[in-house]
């Protein structure tokens, strides 16, 4: 099976910009969460989405949105950004929303703000 | 809330020797605990997890965890340890409910010198 693709890899954007990531799970998963990554705040949740809907969400401005379509992929949003939003952004697929699964992660997006 | 502690930023090890990476957790009702190790310019990884059961559990590549629930730790062993362990380690709690966001902590850099 193919791992969690995530596209781009590497994006560099100028504050006030905004960017969309995108994330394909794991044929079959349902379950699609979100994660950012920095030097200072490690690994941060973002949201989590099961079957098209948000099932959990993180403490993230609400500049930052997400969602999940028919095929589970999902795509996340983020607005008007900020130099702080420079990060390694991290896409994770399980295969359903039990608690007891762990989650494949796929290899990032590193955005660049400027 | 539930949280993670990693008290170590820094593990060096000589190959060949045991290694210990330490995590220590707090959380509502049951733990759902990970462990994950990310390479360079990498994704996550998962390693192993506890659910319930016996305390000493298994993973990939020759690592286990001892679950302790009166110490509320997850500490992270291999036997003998490789140069290709080196790596960063991220320990991992899951409750239920409201708190069934996966909550990384700080993360280990493990160095094995050969």
């Known amino acids: 099976k193919a791992g969690v693709t995530q596209t781009p890899r590497y994006l560099i954007k100028t504050r006030g910009q905004q960017v969309t990531l995108s994330c394909s799970p794991i044929?079959?998963?349902?379950?699609v969460s979100w994660y950012q990554q920095t030097p200072g705040q490690g690994l941060q949740f973002l949201f989590e989405?099961?079957?098209?809907?948000?099932?959990n969400k993180g403490n993230f401005p609400g500049r930052f949105s997400g969602r999940q379509f028919s095929n589970s992929r999902s795509e996340m949003n983020v607005s008007t950004l900020e130099l702080g939003d420079s990060a390694l952004y991290l896409c994770?697929?399980?295969?359903?929303?039990?608690?007891?699964?762990?989650?494949?992660f796929g290899p990032g997006t590193r955005l660049t703000v400027l | 809330a539930q949280s993670v502690a990693q008290p170590e930023d820094q593990v060096n090890v000589a190959e060949g020797n045991p290694l210990t990476v330490k995590c220590t957790y707090s959380?509502?009702?049951?733990?759902?605990l990970f462990w994950y190790v990310q390479y360079p310019n990498r994704g996550l990884q998962f390693l192993l997890k506890?659910?319930?059961?016996?305390?000493l559990v298994k993973g990939s590549y020759g690592f286990e965890a001892e679950f302790n629930k009166s110490q509320t730790s997850f500490h992270l062993k291999k036997p003998s340890a490789l140069v290709s362990d080196s790596a960063l380690y991220f320990c991992?709690?899951?409750?239920?409910?409201?708190?069934?966001?996966?909550?990384f902590g700080s993360g280990t850099q493990l160095t094995v010198l050969p």
């Open positions: 994770a697929s399980s295969p359903g929303q039990g608690d007891r699964n762990e989650q494949f």
């Open positions: 044929s079959g998963h349902r379950s």
């Open positions: 989405y099961f079957s098209e809907t948000q099932r």
């Open positions: 959380v509502s009702g049951n733990p759902y």
């Open positions: 506890y659910i319930t059961g016996d305390n």
């Open positions: 991992a709690v899951r409750g239920s409910g409201s708190a069934r966001q996966l909550t």
